[in-house]
């Protein structure tokens, strides 16, 4: 986990040159420079390691080796430095003991498979009958809290969930678990555009609900006013769907995620993009064909469409996340002469596609310095689609292309052709 023999050298240097150090508890340590530096090496070593580091917050560590220096003070030097190699032993295995593997299962709202599928670590899968009757034990010998909260939990025979295996302290595990998973049904929504769906996990769903108004008008008397906020569109996903999704963009992106070892600044735009693009298309755009939807004379009005600029802010960041080679260069121009070349093969397309996007960052900049700007919801539905269509492209470009430079290289070399 970490080089015990190097934190114990240093842990006697320490103590040996202490210039003001006491050992009363809650009382900061003041080093000299040069020991200042032999604590900040011991926390370096000790969180080197990322089961470590991700695991157990800086000052969690920096309390320990507190506790450890106040301890080896208080004794006689010959017996120091066993003392401190007792200590970070203990140190040592308390770390390795608080780290445990762990299977989480979240449900997934509105998302209903005929078999299983897996994207990346996460496993969507029908949860069976004695994995419910597992879990209700576990419910019914738990607290009064735990048994309230499972009225609201859908766990059925039948309905979908995902299962994420995770190592580490069980904060952590959940919280990575969870992140895993919104990942994993994010790609899922990408692969699954132009068809948009509402399947997230429960703590992320909207439920459908009406927001009531009442009114009074002279010539009829009072009334009422009904609009809907937020709407449910389940997924079902039978045997031949996911059998194409495996076989087609999916593959590459679970060879990227299952990738032994630290995945590439250039996949981790990929990925990052992705993100951004299913997040863009949980922002429901509500329409009306019997109200008037264009731009209000005085601009605060348009406060009423202000979903609408958060998902043009979504969709550019996924853009960006893929395409801002330089965050010195011209984005507006270089962003979209990127996106029209990466799509469009025809000269006259690629220029209506390049106006389009450089008039939709003019909204952004109006959203970004100005704090509200109307946009067409038909503006986002094509942004939507340049936005799905280059990193459908970047992914088919993944079995050739490595490196952020060389996606740079190819778009230059598709301005001669």
């Known amino acids: 986990m970490f080089d015990q023999d190097k934190i114990n050298n240093y842990l006697e240097n320490i103590c040996k040159n202490a210039s003001d150090m006491y050992c ?4 900061t340590f003041s080093f000299d420079k040069k020991y200042s530096e032999d604590f900040n090496r011991i926390l370096t070593e000790i969180r080197r390691e990322p089961s470590v580091r991700n695991n157990f917050p800086e000052g969690y560590i920096f309390e320990k080796i507190r506790d450890i220096i106040s ?6 030097d010959e017996k120091r430095y066993y003392l401190i190699q007792t200590e970070v032993n203990k140190l040592k295995t308390e770390l390795k003991s608080k780290i445990s593997d762990y ?38 010998g738990g607290d009064t809290i735990l048994r309230n909260i499972s009225i609201y939990d859908p766990l059925k025979t039948g309905n979908t969930y995902a299962k994420v295996k995770t190592r580490g302290i069980q904060n952590y595990a959940y919280y990575s678990s969870l992140t895993k998973t919104r990942q994993s049904i994010n790609i899922l929504k990408f692969l699954l555009y132009p068809k ?9 769903f909207q439920q459908p609900n009406y927001k009531l108004s009442y009114f009074y008008r002279n010539d009829l008397g009072p009334g009422f006013n009904a609009s809907l906020a937020g709407h449910s569109r389940p997924c079902h996903l039978n045997n031949e769907t996911i059998d194409d999704l495996e076989k087609g963009d ?18 981790n735009r990929i990925l990052t993009g992705i993100y951004w693009f299913a997040e863009a298309l949980k922002i429901d755009i509500y329409y009306n064909k019997d109200y008037s939807d264009d731009d209000r004379e005085i601009p605060i009005e348009n406060f009423e469409f202000i979903n609408r600029g958060e998902k043009l802010l979504k969709l550019f960041m996924a853009l960006e996340s893929v395409l801002n080679f330089n965050n010195k260069e011209s984005i507006t121009q270089n962003i979209s002469e990127r996106v029209a070349l990466l799509i469009n093969d025809n000269l006259d397309g690629r220029k209506q596609i390049k106006n389009h996007i450089r008039s939709l960052y003019n909204l952004r900049g109006n959203m ?35 490196k952020t430079e060389d996606l740079n290289n190819y778009i230059e070399d598709l301005k001669f052709k």
């Open 250 to 267: 999916l593959d590459v992106i679970n060879k990227l995620l299952r990738k032994r070892g630290k995945i590439s600044e250039f996949e």
């Open 71 to 76: 301890e080896a003070l208080k004794v006689p």
């Open 368 to 402: 970004v310095h100005q704090g509200v700007t109307y946009i067409y919801n038909d503006d986002l539905n094509y942004l939507a689609s340049y936005v799905h269509a280059t990193l459908k492209k970047i992914i088919i470009l993944k079995a050739d292309i490595d």
């Open 103 to 140: 299977k989480f299962l979240f449900h997934v709202e509105d998302l209903f498979i005929e078999k299983s599928i897996t994207i990346g670590d996460v496993e969507f899968f029908k949860i069976d009958k004695q994995t419910v009757s597992d879990i209700n034990e576990i419910i019914q």
């Open 24 to 27: 009363a508890p809650g009382i």
């Open 196 to 204: 948009n769906f509402t399947f997230c996990l429960d703590s992320d």
